[in-house]
């Protein structure tokens, strides 16, 4: 792989509608919008008991005026949890719409996971408790109400839910304040629209910002010591894929994808991070001298396979603000301070992770992606139908293996495909290798256009409806989605 100056000197080289010019999103530039770089602030943890949904009237930095917040704060509490505990919460909602809680990546039984045939009414309220089954690694949540996903995520509603087990304890990796959740989100600021300001090319492109946020603060910094940092990224973008990078060409050095740690690092030079997925990255600041800084970016890309090229260039935004999909966009810099009273070193070896062998599966299930044309709304389908709440599209056996293939029949977007309830292991890319995101368990995958993705999947070990959805949350809200009932 290579460096951001040779990447772009290769997309230059090759043609490839992407242009090496900086524009006027880019960092440094003013635009109207807020440019100066804000300290980071590390989401409060939840200390039990009811998680309120409720408008604040307070202003936050990062959305504006009036932040739809779970538990009083935007992004939310983070939730910490052990594996095999009881977790529960009671869900008050003080909002005037429907709303619930979806946990991402966390095996619930059906009736806890946030299907939005059960919303919350407004002025109403419910329990959700379950005990933990998942492996030690990086969730979270956020709201899954009817056509109103998108709307109630962009205006804040969404926080992490942290597993921790024996055995991620053992290996004394990087904790408290060298163990920092990176919520990594994009809002309409510079263009000056408040709220969720919906136009019709946001259902084709996804909700694109045009200042990206960190755990709710634009054009974030960060503050660090010379040691040895965990950062659990997720990517709580409506619509933006991310392709990290750092702006001095070091390797990312991954421990563990959206289900938890990998057996052992896999370093990359950028790194896929499309919306509902997480990677935990550790980043060694032992080297660099203090008053240094370091940039993590979201490298350009085009809307080709995952070698980043290809394809025509990113669908734009609906203003001019907004950089269009694959725009090469800051995401936070880290400014080292001060030296770290210890260090701490990269383990060599991570975890034991079950490898589901394909050959051992019961079905395979074919998964087709597309756009309609010629509509205004109801575009996107998976198998040709559009989202309905009571349909039951496919019955899957609980427990058992399939292979799912999620084929592209789009030519002109990226989808992120996510199940609930369940994780898989990805099996293969027709456009390619896999990419450093595709290892270890997942529950979200990149299908980039007119590419089939091959998955092994296990089936939730709890009946009842679960869902298979487009994460690009304009994609789902406008029917990218089906429902897979488990018996
Ligand atoms: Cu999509």
């Not at 070896?349 to 019961?362: Q, R």
């Not at 399939?402 to 293969?428: A, C, Y």
């Amino acid at each position: 792989m290579s460096t951001r100056r040779e990447f772009l000197k290769t997309v230059v080289g090759g043609g490839i509608a992407l242009s090496a010019v900086k524009l006027p999103w880019l960092a440094g530039c003013s635009h109207g919008g807020t440019t100066e770089r804000q300290p980071l602030v590390i989401p409060d943890e939840f200390a039990g008991g009811m998680l309120v949904a409720s408008v604040l009237s307070a202003t936050s930095s990062g959305l504006g005026t009036q932040p739809w917040t779970l538990g009083g704060r935007t992004p939310a509490p983070t939730i910490r949890v052990r594996k095999a505990d009881m977790f529960s919460t009671q869900l008050v909602n003080n909002l005037a719409e429907p709303t619930n809680i979806h946990w991402h990546g966390v095996l619930v039984p059906a009736d806890m996971d946030g299907h939005p045939k059960e919303p919350v009414a407004a002025g109403g309220s419910r329990m959700f408790s379950y005990q933990v089954q998942n492996r030690a690694g990086t969730y979270w949540y956020h709201p899954h109400p009817h056509q109103a996903t998108g709307k109630q995520v962009y205006l804040g509603m969404a926080g992490f839910f942290i597993v921790n087990d024996s055995e991620e304890q053992a290996l004394g990796l990087p904790a408290g304040a060298f163990d920092v959740p990176l919520l990594i989100q994009d809002r309409r600021l510079a263009s000056g629209s408040p709220g969720y300001a919906f136009q019709p090319m946001d259902i084709p492109n996804g909700y694109l910002g045009d200042t990206i946020t960190v755990n709710g603060v634009p054009n974030a910094y960060f503050e660090v010591a010379t040691g040895l940092y965990r950062f659990r990224l997720l990517n709580g973008a409506n619509a933006r894929i991310f392709r990290l990078q750092f702006a001095d060409g070091r390797p990312l050095v991954v421990i563990a994808t959206d289900g938890g740690l990998l057996e052992a690092p896999v370093t990359t030079d950028s790194l896929w991070l499309g919306p509902g997925e997480r990677a935990e990255i550790l980043v060694d600041f032992s080297k660099d001298p203090i008053g240094s800084s370091l940039l993590l970016h979201s490298i350009e890309f085009g809307m080709g396979g995952p070698t980043g090229g290809g394809g025509h260039a990113g669908h734009g935004g609906s203003t001019s603000t907004v950089p269009p999909q694959g725009a090469d966009v800051d995401i936070i810099r880290f400014d080292v301070k001060r030296a770290a009273a210890s260090g701490g070193s990269i383990p060599t070896k991570l975890a034991t992770l079950e490898k589901l062998d394909p050959g051992t599966a019961s079905k395979t299930r074919t998964f087709e992606l597309a756009m309609r044309q010629g509509v205004t709304t109801g575009l996107h389908t998976i198998n040709n139908l559009l989202f309905d709440l009571a349909r039951m599209d496919e019955q899957l056996a609980a427990q058992a293996i399939e292979i799912w293939e999620f084929k592209s029949l789009d030519d002109g977007n990226i989808h992120p495909m996510h199940v609930h309830g369940m994780q898989f292991q990805v099996i293969s890319r027709s456009s390619g290798p896999l990419n450093a995101n595709d290892m270890g368990w997942k529950d979200t995958v990149l299908v980039f256009p007119m590419e089939t993705v091959r998955v092994v999947a296990r089936v939730s070990s709890y009946p009842g409806m679960y869902l298979l959805h487009c994460h690009t949350l304009e994609h789902e809200d406008d029917g990218m989605m089906i429902n897979l009932q488990v018996t």
